[in-house]
T-cell receptor, first 112, second 110 residues
Framework: DAGVTQSPTHLIKTRGQQVTLRCSPI?????VSWYQQVLGQGPQFIFQ???????GRGNFPDRFSARQFPNYSSELNVNALLLGDSALYLC???????????FGQGTRLTVV | EDQVTQSPEALRLQEGESSSLNCSYT??????LFWYRQDPGKGPEFLFT???AGEEKEKERLKATLTKKESFLHITAPKPEDSATYLC???????????FGTGTRLQVTL
């Protein structure tokens, strides 16, 4: 079975631009979460979506937004990029009723 | 607010030299404690979930244990391929989010 897939794997953007990251969960998983991991730190929670509804939001500015589609895939959007947004963005999916989260390989975003 | 502290930050072992990684946590209502392995530039790989004090789980050379305040990841006779960053995370209350520690970077040499 395919794991969590994220695209693109790498991305370079300029300050002030906007970016969209994509995630496809494991088949049968209906919950998707997004995390930001800065080099040398643990992942930080950004959003969780379940059945297309936002179920949790971390301490991130309104420049960060996300949505989930009927097929349970998800997009994370970041507007007005700052240098500090450079990080590995991780997507994780869960089976319904299961606490175990499985992560994708991440999207490495570099803002210059 | 949930807090997770991992120690040591970095650990260098020789092949076959067993050791333990520590994860101390503060939560209100532990729902689960998770261990992940992360290789450079990759996403975290799920290892274990522990739910209650006294619980233990094993996988190959790894064994995870849980008390009311901390968890240990014991590595027995490690091999160079065990080199990675090991992350600990907690989930509490009704929230689904994971709160991670900063990880322990393990290097196993021949």
């Amino acid at each position: 079975d395919a794991g969590v897939t994220q695209s693109p794997t790498h991305l370079i953007k300029t300050r002030g631009q906007q970016v969209t990251l994509r995630c496809s969960p494991i088949s049968g998983h209906k919950s998707v979460s997004w995390y930001q991991q800065v080099l040398g730190q643990g992942p930080q929670f950004i959003f969780q979506y379940y059945e297309k509804e936002e179920r949790g939001r971390g301490n991130f500015p309104d420049r960060f937004s996300a949505r989930q589609f009927p097929n349970y895939s998800s997009e994370l959007n970041v507007n007005a990029l700052l240098l500090g947004d450079s990080a590995l963005y991780l997507c994780a999916s869960n089976k319904p009723g299961n606490t175990e989260a499985f992560f994708g390989q991440g999207t490495r975003l570099t803002v210059v | 607010e949930d807090q997770v502290t991992q120690s040591p930050e970095a650990l260098r072992l020789q092949e076959g030299e067993s050791s333990s990684l520590n994860c101390s946590y503060t939560v209100s209502g532990l729902r689960g404690l998770f261990w992940y392995r992360q290789d450079p530039g990759k996403g975290p790989e799920f290892l274990f979930t522990l739910y209650s004090a006294g619980e233990e789980k094993e996988k190959e050379r790894l064994k995870a244990t849980l008390t009311k305040k901390e968890s240990f990841l014991h590595i027995t006779a490690p091999k160079p391929e065990d080199s990675a960053t090991y992350l600990c995370a907690v989930q509490s209350g009704t929230a689904s989010k994971l709160t991670f520690g900063t990880g322990t970077r393990l290097q196993v040499t021949l």
